[in-house]
Nanobody
Framework: QVQLVESGGGLVQSGGSLRLSCAAS????????MRWYRQAPGKQRELVAA???????NYADSVKGRFTISRDNAKNTVYLQMNSLKPEDTAVYYC??????????????WGQGTQVTVSS
C-alpha cells in the first residue's frame, strides 16, 4: 500500500504565498517523477508542475516564475512553493507520483487533494 497526503492549503489574499507539501508512505522502493495537479470548479484537472528523480522540473505556463516544485528524497516528500498567488490559482491541488513498490511493479498514486483559495 502507498499513501500520499497533501498539506499546506488554505485561504490567502491575492499576491500572497503558500507552501504545499505531499508526503508518501507505505511499501515504497523508489519514487520516480512527482507532480502537482490542480482542478478548479467546472474545469479539467491540469498539470501544474513536475519534478524528476534528478531534480529536473517542468511548469505550466500559467505558473512559471511564480511556483517552484522541489523534493526531499530522504523524506519521500514533494513541495510546491506558490508565490504571487492570483484568484485564478484557486483550485484543489493534488499530489501525484510514480512509485516503485517492487522491481516489476510501478504504481501511479494520487493524494486526496488540498484546497487553495485565493481571494481578490
Amino acid at each position: 500500500q502507498v499513501q500520499l497526503v497533501e498539506s499546506g492549503g488554505g485561504l490567502v489574499q491575492s499576491g500572497g504565498s503558500l507552501r504545499l507539501s505531499c508526503a508518501a508512505s507505505g511499501s515504497i522502493l523508489k519514487i520516480n517523477a512527482m507532480r502537482w495537479y490542480r482542478q478548479a470548479p467546472g474545469k479539467q484537472r491540469e498539470l501544474v508542475a513536475a519534478i524528476t528523480t534528478g531534480g529536473g522540473t517542468n511548469y505550466a505556463d500559467s505558473v512559471k516564475g511564480r511556483f517552484t516544485i522541489s523534493r526531499d528524497n530522504a523524506k519521500n516528500t514533494v513541495y510546491l512553493q506558490m508565490n504571487s498567488l492570483k484568484p485564478e490559482d484557486t483550485a484543489v491541488y493534488y499530489c501525484n507520483a510514480d512509485i516503485w513498490m517492487a522491481t516489476t511493479t510501478q504504481r501511479n498514486s494520487w493524494g486526496q487533494g488540498t484546497q487553495v483559495t485565493v481571494s481578490s
